[in-house]
Nanobody, 114 residues
Framework: QVQLVESGGGLVQPGGSLRLSCVASGRIIFSGYTISWYRQAPGKLRELVAT???????DYKPSLKGRFTISRDNAKNTVYLEMNSLNTEDTAVYYC???????WGQGTQVTVSS
């Protein structure tokens, strides 16, 4: 069984930056999996933010491309989401997800507010 644990969320002012981490534990060959970040804002549906494939190719929600960067460190079983120029619309709980395993983390809260 794989566990995903997100961290790095918090309160940040508009225009600020955060880096989220997602660490996978359990019996997993981490490098072989596609990992995604999702987010869910209050009263809204969960939406896909970014994906990184085993090839390290990446894909983004079009409106976030250029501000958000997804990366991975397979040696650490970790995926990162670097978020820059944050605005209030980025406020949400951010989750990492491995679709092939049906695994979700518990989420980390990101709040952008002055």
């Amino acid at each position: 069984q794989v566990q995903l644990v997100e961290s790095g969320g918090g309160l940040v002012q508009p225009g600020g930056s955060l880096r989220l981490s997602c660490v996978a534990s359990g019996r997993i060959i981490f490098s072989g999996y596609t990992i995604s970040w999702y987010r869910q804002a209050p009263g809204k549906l969960r939406e896909l933010v970014a994906t990184i494939f085993s090839s390290e190719l990446t894909d983004y929600k079009p409106s976030l491309k250029g501000r958000f960067t997804i990366s991975r460190d397979n040696a650490k079983n970790t995926v990162y989401l670097e978020m820059n120029s944050l605005n209030t619309e980025d406020t949400a709980v951010y989750y990492c997800h491995i679709a092939q395993l049906g695994s979700w983390g518990q989420g980390t809260q990101v709040t952008v507010s002055s």
